[in-house]
Structures are given as C-alpha cells and as structure tokens.
C-alpha cells in the first residue's frame, strides 16, 4: 500500500515505524499527513483550544510573492506558511494534511461527544464508538484501576519456565498486538491475487527502524541511550527496582539489537521479490528448530494451512539464534517491555503514559507537549471502530456530489494515463498494450466502502479503557487471520473513512480515497478548474502512477506479481528511473541526505502524478472552454493555477527532530522537494512562470519516467 505520507506497503503486520509512531508518539504522524486550513494558529496563552477552518484552494496568503517563482517555487506559493500556521506545542510538524486531519478531529469530537451521551435508543454502533470514547477520556477511572487489567498478561510472562513455551505465549501476544520477535497475519498472494495467505514477519524492534541500532555517530548514540534509560523508567513503572530496571533494560536492548542486526533494511524491503517466500510450513520450520510453530499457529486461532509466505527467511533464522542465545530471564523482561509498549498511552496510568510521551513525543520527534485528550481518544476510537465512526462521519460530511465529482476527475485522469502511454516513444507496443490492460482493470474506491464492517461481536464497556483496547485489538487480528483460505475481499478498505490521505494496492489493483481528504483546499467542487486538478487531481494521478513506479510495474492489472515487460523495455524504465534516484540524492535536510532509492516509487508517483493532472486538466478545460492563458480573478491563469494547486499541497513546517527521523525511514521526500523536484522536470512549468534555461526551477536535465 502507498500513501502520501508515512506508511508503506501494506504488510501481514505494521512495520515497527508505523507502529512506532501510532502507539508512542502517538496518532498523529502516522495518521495525517495531506491537510489543508485556515487554522487560528496560535494557542492563546489563556489554554483556549486551537480551532482549524478549511483553507481555501488558492490561499494567496500563504503566498510569498517576493520571491521569484523561477528561483524557488515551493517559497513562492508556501513562504508564508510558517508563520500563518506555526507548529502547535503538541505536533511534530504544521502542514496541509495535519491541517485538515485537525479539522476533521474537530468534526469527530462533535460525533463522538453526541455518541457517548448514554441512552437506551442509541443503536448497537452508536452504543459502541460512545463508549469506547467515553471510557478513553474518564482518566479516573483509568487512574484508579492502575495496571489491574494487565496483570493477567504479566502473570503469562512469569509462568513462563522454558523457551519451549514461547511459541504459544507468543502466539497469544500476537492477537494483542504485541509483536514480540515477529508478526504473523494474512495477506494476498503476491503470485496469485486472488487468495489470502498466512504470512510472518520479522518484528520485535522498539526503535523505528534496524539503522537505529547500528548506525554510529553521537546523534544516535544519544537516542539509544535515551532509548535504554526510557526502557529501564517503563520497566520501574511495572514495579521493577531503579539496580533491576537498569540492568534489564541493558539486555534487552543487546536482544533488540541481534534482532536488528538480522532484520531486512526498509530499502530492501521495496522490491516485492525480497520479501516474498512462500514455503510448506515445514520449511519455516526448518528455519527456527527452537521454535516449535506448531504451539504456534493453534493458539492465534486462525485456520490451518499448509504454506506460509516467510517474509524474510534471513530474519527467522537469526531469531532463531537470538532465542537460543538469550536466557530465560532477558526474555522475560524483553516482553514485559514489548508489551506495555505495545498499548497506546491513553489506557495507561499517568505516569506511564507520560512516560511513553517523554520518550517517543518529546525526546524523539521532538513534540514540547502531549496532545489534549480529546484528540488522542478521538484518534483510538477511529482506530478501534473506523468504520462505525467513518460511517457516522459519511452521513454527516460527504455528500452525494462531492463523490461523482472527484469519480468523474478519475476518470478524466485515467485517460490521460492511456494518452501518456500511447505517447511514450521508449516503450514497445506490447508492453504498452499490457500497461493499458492494467491501467484498465483499476478499481476506483471513493468515499467509503461499499459494505460497512460488522463490529456486533465486538464487545465495549463504558468505564474499561484498557479492555476495550485489547479487545478492539484481538477483534481484528482474528478478523484479518479469518481471511486465510478464503477468497479475497475486493470491497475491503485500509484505511478509514475520515483519513485524510489516500492510496494503492499492488494486490488490489486498487486506488482509494477516503472522505476525509475530498475536501478544501485539496477538493472543492467549487473551485476553479485549474486548482482542483493541481491539488487532489495530483493525488489521483499519483496513486495510478504507483500501479507503474519501480514496485507496482512488477504486478500485472489482476495484482499478481508476474513480469509483463520486455527485457528492453525494463531495461530503458530502469534507466528512467535512475535519473529519478539522482535527482533526489542531491536533496539533503540538514545534515541528512535523501535517499534516491527508498524515495524512488513516491517521487516517479509525484512526477508521473503531476504530468497526469496537468494533461487531464488541458482535456477537461477544452471542454469547459477555458482560456487557458487569461488571467482570472484571483490573477492567476487557469494554468498556473494548476501548479499553485499543486505547489500549495506541500505547504509544510517540520520539526528538526522529525525531519531528521522521517528522512531516513520515510519512503516520501520533504514537502519542499516533492513541489520543486516535480516543477523542475516540467517545460510546461516553465513555460507557465516565464521561466529561462538556467534558472534553478529549470532542470538541465529534466528526468521523466511517466
Ligand atoms: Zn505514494
């Protein structure tokens, strides 16, 4: 799966960033990431609570006109951002997604506020998003009950008398959320789309990403051992001595980081070929004699099988010895610690929960304050029961026009894609005879599911935060392990509702764009042509362009991963390609140099997405009868406004601490370069801005893939 900000492909369990992020720095990074508005952005030193309004399509206040647009275009359409819409206290970073995602938080409180009033004529999914919100903001009652709900998990821990019993405590932590070592789930068939499959992981790390662990220099040395000290106050907390907190929380990260050490690296894990090894069980067996899978897989409940996709085989055979290694006693630490890690701060008791934020808010993402309450119970209540809530959110806020609208944009986009790849003089009619086939087996997901997801066995008690989190949580592993054997659900949806950002399935051969990101400034069925295809026309052109970058080129329009290039022809996208990777590893945030290879798929998505609503954007505006080069009342052309749009996507301030965190495990490029590293590929932009040869928002040596 490919989105606009974090997050990557879709995975049998989170990625350890994604989960990272989510459940200790808390909702916000890993959630948001496209919004636009016109925030009130500054907290009133009475404590008021900051409001976020819709910003409009073309904000011209945002705009710093005292630059020259042909030197730097993301200051010319964005200069004014920071200071209009400046970091909250309680954010990592002010942008045009967090704006909107802010706004929607807004609208859901409204919702949930009404949902948690008590009353017998509530129907069963009001009952359940009420209360479950009701239970996350009743901080008493939270206090009060300490770590009583998990003192059975704890008590599992101690039991434990021989690595022999791991795979079924495993096993069980498994379906809380607690990847402990691995992740073990279901997923489709990389070679045959239409099944849904076992599949384990490699997991078990508490920092983002394996570099962490090895990477030298004193920046990270200082975060691992603000890592160490965070693991050793955690372990306190569960009532651990200062002497025995301190010592565990040293071997646990030593265990950390052997499993690092064996861990597949994020840019590896982009080509599908990498992580996909689909054996009898019998070979996962073969690979960690001392874990007996078959203690495993009966008590996650799921159905048999008899094949499983062993994402990297080179990981379980290091867990393997890490297990063997590690005594009894290190391994029962390191998962008292992966599991209260595991829960969201917002079931813990306060000084837990303080703590989490220390750590993954203040210290690394560099977050002054913890967000108010209200926002992170909105945020697990949309996490836990995303589509009773999104269904609820639909009813109020997307209405029936804002969804033919943005279909009809699709489909205006998706001819230009057939356009683009009839024009291409470096590919073979044959491979372009397949790339059409594919393009035309994309389904279009607008809005909301077709078919909402059934929570009536999900149960939810007002006043039990805690159970509600870990049994929200089992509901859905056993949901997503059920799928194993069964025909795929084509109508399924990855993310929710109110979720403002959007993506593509390689499986799927799918393109989804929720409720939440169909709104001003990215949509406005108001807005002038130009800035509607400019803004969220981009993100539809850059979710097709997935289904072709490096990754998605690799999977056919059913979503198997087979190859239907000609050698030549993948020869000469490779090539493409690589100007693509050179371009951005020229681009560094402060000591930090992009990666071209990670980035690669989301910036060819960007260039191909940009080039797609540029040319659908000419089509529909023959039709309207536009002139193109007249300037409108806002003093732009319908042209330029088509790259104000587009630039004004990516208005965006940033944290150092998370610039620097994102740059190495995020596989999108800074806001600044997704604008201008686009713009500068474009004579259509230059020609636009009146721009020369030379200038710097004018490549030498423009790289085009799509
Ligand atoms: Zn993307």
């Not at 720095?25 to 819709?54: C, E, H, M, R, Y």
């Not at 997991?203 to 000290?229: N, S, W």
């Not at 208005?651 to 998370?658: D, G, H, I, K, Q």
Request: charged share 25%; glycine share 8%.
């Amino acid at each position: 799966m490919y989105d606009f900000l974090l997050g990557g492909r879709m995975r049998p369990s989170q990625s350890s960033v994604f989960t990272f992020l989510l459940i200790i720095a808390g909702t916000v990074i890993a959630s948001s990431s496209l919004g636009f508005t016109q925030a009130t952005a500054s907290n009133d030193s009475s404590g008021s609570p900051q409001t976020f309004k819709l910003i409009p399509s073309l904000d011209k206040e945002l705009m710093d006109t005292a630059v020259d647009p042909c030197v730097d275009f993301y200051q010319y359409a964005c200069g004014n951002w920071s200071k209009l819409h400046p970091i909250p206290n309680d954010s990592p970073y002010s942008d045009q997604f967090y704006n909107l995602d802010q706004y929607n938080r807004q609208v859901l409180h409204g919702i949930l506020d009404k949902a948690a009033m008590a009353g017998s004529e509530r129907d069963a999914n009001t009952q359940k998003i009420g209360d479950y919100y009701a239970a996350c903001m009743d901080e008493a009652a939270i206090q009060q009950k300490g770590m009583a709900a998990l003192k059975p998990e704890l008590d599992r821990i101690n039991a434990l008398s021989s690595k022999g019993q791991l795979p079924e405590l495993l096993a069980h932590f498994q379906m809380i959320n607690v990847n402990a070592f691995l992740g073990f789930g279901s997923q489709q068939d990389f070679k045959d789309a239409t099944r849904e499959i076992a599949a384990v992981s490699q997991g078990g790390l508490g920092l983002p990403e394996k570099d962490y662990y090895l990477r030298t220099g004193a920046k990270d040395e200082e975060i691992r051992k603000q890592y160490v000290q965070h693991i050793a106050n955690m372990l306190k907390l569960l009532g651990a001595s200062e002497a025995q907190a301190a010592s565990e929380a040293q071997a646990i990260m030593k265990l950390e980081t052997a499993l690092a050490k064996v861990s597949l690296d994020i840019t590896s894990q982009r080509d599908p070929h990498n992580i996909y090894h689909l054996m009898p069980n019998s070979g996962l067996q073969s690979l960690t004699p001392v874990f007996n899978w078959e203690h495993f897989y009966p008590t996650t409940g799921s159905p048999s099988f008899s094949e499983i996709n062993v994402a990297e085989p080179e990981f379980f055979r290091g867990m393997n010895q890490v297990i063997a290694d590690a005594d009894l006693a290190t391994i029962k630490s390191y998962l008292r610690w992966q599991l209260v890690a595991s829960l969201p701060g917002t079931v813990l008791p306060k000084a837990m929960d303080e703590e989490q934020f220390d750590f993954g808010g203040r210290k690394l993402a560099g977050i002054p304050e913890q967000e108010p309450r209200w926002k992170r119970c909105v945020g697990s209540t949309d996490g836990a029961l995303g589509e009773a809530l999104g269904k609820a959110y639909v009813e109020q806020e997307f209405p029936a026009s804002s969804k033919e609208k943005s279909l009809q944009m699709i489909h205006d986009i998706e001819a230009a894609v057939e356009r683009d790849i009839e024009s291409l003089d470096w590919m073979s009619p044959d491979t372009k005879k397949r790339a059409q086939e594919k393009l035309h087996l994309i389904a279009n997901k607008i809005g909301y599911p077709n078919k909402w997801r059934d929570y009536s066995k999900l149960n939810v008690e007002r006043g039990d935060a805690l159970g509600n989190s870990l049994r929200a949580t089992e509901f859905e592993s056993h949901r997503q392990l059920d799928k194993i054997g069964k025909p795929v659900d084509r109508d399924e949806w990855g993310m929710t509702p109110p979720t403002v950002n959007a993506y593509y399935s390689d499986s799927m051969n799918d393109i989804n764009f929720p409720a939440g990101v169909l709104q001003p400034a990215f949509f406005d069925a108001a807005a002038p042509t130009g800035l509607n295809y400019g803004h969220i026309g981009l993100f539809m052109g850059h979710e097709i362009t997935h289904g072709f970058d490096d990754q998605g080129r690799q999977f056919d329009g059913h979503g198997n991963l087979t190859d239907w290039w000609t050698k030549e022809d993948a020869d000469k996208f490779t090539e493409k390609a690589a100007c693509i990777v050179n371009e951005y590893s020229q681009f560094s945030v402060g000591d930090t140099k992009i990666n071209g290879k990670l980035t690669l798929g989301e910036n060819t998505a960007d260039n191909g997405g940009m080039r797609l609503a540029y040319m659908a954007f000419l089509a529909r505006a023959a039709e309207q009868g536009l002139d193109l080069d007249r300037k409108t009342a806002d003093g732009y052309s319908p042209i330029q406004q088509v790259f104000l749009g587009f630039a004004q996507d990516w208005c965006a301030v940033w944290r150092p601490e998370l610039e620097r965190l994102v740059a190495t495990t995020d596989p999108h490029s800074p806001d600044r370069f997704r604008a201008n590293g686009v713009l500068v590929n474009m004579p259509e932009f230059a020609k636009a801005f009146s721009c020369k040869k030379g200038q710097p928002m004018v490549a030498a040596k423009a790289c085009r893939v799509w």
